[in-house]
Nanobody
Framework: QVQLVESGGGLVQAGGSLRLSCAAS???????MGWFRQAPGKEREFVAA????????YYAASVKGRFTISRDDAKNTAYLQMNSLKSEDTAVYYC????????????????WGQGTQVTVSS
């Protein structure tokens, strides 16, 4: 497991942008990073995933073209750039990680951050 801390959430109007950060405590080279979100009363859902070493990415259909997952090796930090935000994007966003695996497999993430709130106003 790796320790993860999310930040960057906040209140933004529909159509706006926000960038979330996920700082990892240890080495992340061999990990698959993921972003998930959970709205009140709803199940946690997959948003995006990335292979740290290869940079391969995979996105949920609902965010494809609007969100971008990326990394900064020097800062040992993963990011989720969110553009063209909609009210439906309002949720607590969680950073997650797993050792190895495919970015298209959205299960088996076993390291989780504490979550950061994103609220999109209409």
């Amino acid at each position: 497991q790796v320790q993860l801390v999310e930040s960057g959430g906040g209140l933004v109007q529909a159509g706006g942008s926000l960038r979330l950060s996920c700082a990892a405590s240890g080495r992340t080279f061999s990990f698959v990073m993921g972003w998930f979100r959970q709205a009140p009363g709803k199940e946690r859902e997959f948003v995006a995933a990335m292979s740290w070493s290869r940079g391969s990415t995979y996105y949920a259909a609902s965010v494809k073209g609007r969100f971008t997952i990326s990394r900064d090796d020097a800062k040992n930090t993963a990011y989720l750039q969110m553009n063209s935000l909609k009210s439906e994007d309002t949720a607590v966003y969680y950073c997650a990680a797993k050792r190895g695996g495919s970015v298209t497999s959205t299960v088996d993430f076993d390291s989780w951050g504490q979550g950061t709130q994103v609220t999109v106003s209409s």
